[in-house]
């Protein structure tokens, strides 16, 4: 077969297995939608995954946090003195925190540390049939695994992204305040000025939701979907984590045009 | 005709003198593979039926066909009476809960105890008592010799353990089918035998019917009613197991004597050997 030829036909076939994937995975969403009921009605499902899910990232979480929040601090001063505005730190930690730094990068965290093992858990079910026996006892494992997971870690991503936040702001004042010497009350009132619960507080909450959303999906997709075979499962890994990591990206430029755009 | 019975809190219908099983003129592809060629089979009420084969000759595809994990490409698989490729998923439940199936690994749950295992169908189907439940695992577990073993995690039970533990979850639920997929396979002399007598009395007692995935000859000769014998997606040949030992024929010959030579040729299709070896001049 001619070079061109081999080419588009190869081209035609990574085309149209993205299209039925995407396709197969609104699908997906819409089961995992439609069979959410229990675990609601089974609110201990979905808390014991909030657990794995959510408390156990809380160390990564929280170590990110705070050596972002210090890295915020140095070179934000560093910036601000030159201008005369080293008491304004606050506001930039603050800002910076709550409206991008929070949400995106405690979303990367959480889909490499809760994201893929969700995938592997899932990939590792299927691969040993655990899921194939579930569905033999009559028992949905979209209704009973995926769901659960799903709604664990939708509910963990913004409590996460809220304690980054925390931690992060904790940083900043550790150095700006305590190390570098920056007035105290200074850096906290010009915060509580600067900082629109609705406008930049709430925006970075619906962020930490839709990041929530995108990368639990991914996860649970990609753990169901693998091919079950041990390389199979290594590779969905991987691609939960790089697709969450664009999908957050892309995601947060998309949401960042529509909340900020012309806020002063 | 047919009597209702109750299965739990269920009441499902069951025809009278119909067999749980039939499958008539299967034929099912994965993709243009073509893997069953026109499969004929019934399995009786009360019986212990083998579906004996090769690797790679269906065995595992009949299994799934008649579990509803695969739909025939045509033909007809009817399970209690039910088409099974006209059953929506929630009839399809329904009837899973009087059916249960071994895997050939035992697919027990990794994050539950071998307790929790042998509960779960009974947590997810019923509104028993923790009483009621703890004593009817216990008696499951004490069926298949692993009542101490209640406290292990799956991932401290032998492949032997497993296995057991793994049928006492499937019979959990009393059901009315029980599918078996390699039993045998990969376990120790005394494992295997314990095994082969627990499928055989599980279906006495339950008044079962069961059907058994395997490639171990002797031991399924050693409990079972009927056998059909499966080779490049067809029935080869089918007999009660007095009927295949006194067979001539030469396919049942070969996997009963376990003969390298015979109708399945041992090697996958292949260019000549010295060929494959030296190259094309050397052929």
């Known amino acids: 077969m001619s070079g061109p030829v081999a080419v588009a036909r190869r081209l035609g076939r990574i085309v149209s297995d993205g299209v039925w994937r995407f396709g197969f995975a609104a699908r997906f969403l819409v089961m995992l939608l439609a069979h959410s009921g229990q675990s609601l009605m089974r609110l201990h499902l979905t808390v014991r995954e909030i657990y794995f899910s959510g408390v156990l990232s809380l160390l990564i979480i929280v170590v990110s946090g705070l050596f972002v929040g210090m890295v915020l601090g140095l070179q934000g001063y560093e910036t601000l003195q030159r201008f005369g505005s080293g008491d304004a730190l606050g506001v930039l930690v603050a800002l910076s925190l709550v409206r991008e730094l929070g949400p995106v990068v405690a979303g990367l965290l959480f889909a490499s540390r809760a994201g893929s093992a969700v995938t592997a858990e899932i990939g590792l079910m299927k691969a040993t049939e655990q899921l194939d026996a579930m569905d033999m006892m009559a028992v949905n494992p979209i209704a009973r695994v995926v769901a659960p997971r799903f709604w664990g870690g939708v509910i963990s991503m913004p409590l996460l992204a809220a304690i980054f936040s925390a931690m992060g702001v904790l940083g900043g004042w550790l150095i700006g305040v305590v190390f570098i010497g920056v007035d105290e009350g200074a850096f906290w009132s010009q915060m509580q000025a600067a900082v629109d619960f609705r406008e930049d507080v709430v925006n970075g909450v619906i962020k930490s939701v839709v990041f929530g959303v995108a990368v639990s999906l991914i996860a649970v997709f990609e753990g169901y979907d693998c091919t079950p075979t041990a390389e199979g499962v290594s590779r969905a890994i991987t691609r939960t984590i790089v697709s969450s990591a664009l999908a957050i990206l892309a995601l947060d430029f998309v949401l960042t045009s529509f909340m900020f755009r012309g806020v002063s | ?283």
């Not at chain 2, 929790?116 to 009817?136: G, I, K, M, Q």
């Not at chain 2, 376990?187 to 279906?203: E, F, M």
């Not at chain 2, 050693?222 to 056998?227: E, L, T």
């Not at chain 2, 009660?240 to 009963?256: G, K, L, Y």
């Open chain 2, 1 to 283: 005709m047919a009597r209702f019975i109750g299965v739990g809190s269920l009441l499902v219908s069951v025809a009278v003198g119909e067999a749980p099983v039939a499958l008539r003129d299967v034929r099912f592809a994965y993709g243009e593979r073509e893997i069953l060629k026109g499969v004929d089979l019934s399995v009786q009420r009360g019986q212990v039926v083998a579906i004996l084969g090769g690797s790679g000759c269906g065995k595992t595809t009949l299994l799934r066909l008649i579990g509803g994990h695969l739909r025939a490409g045509s033909g007809k698989v009817e399970v209690s009476g039910h088409d099974m490729a006209v059953l929506r998923r929630g009839e399809l439940y329904e009837l899973r809960r009087r059916m249960g199936m071994l895997f050939q690994f035992g697919a027990l749950f990794t994050d539950l105890t071998v307790f929790e295992n042998v509960a779960f169908p009974l947590r997810e189907h019923t509104d028993l008592p923790p009483e009621l439940v703890h004593d009817l695992v216990l008696m499951k577990l004490h069926a298949v010799g692993l009542r101490g073993a209640e406290h292990l995690r799956t991932a401290e039970l032998s492949g032997g353990m497993a296995r057991r533990v793994a049928l006492a979850r499937t019979v959990a639920l009393d059901p009315m089918l029980i599918l078996y997929d390699e039993p045998f396979a990969g376990l120790d002399p005394i494992s295997l035998g314990v095994i082969g007598q627990l499928i055989r009395r599980l279906n006495d007692a339950l008044g079962a019917s069961s059907i058994v995935v395997t490639h171990d000859v002797h031991e399924s000769m050693a409990i079972v009613d009927y056998i059909y014998f499966v080779s490049d997606g067809r029935i080869v040949a089918e007999g009660t197991p007095e009927q295949i030992r006194a067979s001539e024929d030469p396919f049942v010959c070969q996997f009963v004597n376990a003969r390298a030579d015979g109708p399945v040729p041992f090697h996958y299709p292949a260019p000549p050997y010295a060929e494959s070896l030296f190259g094309r001049g050397a052929a």
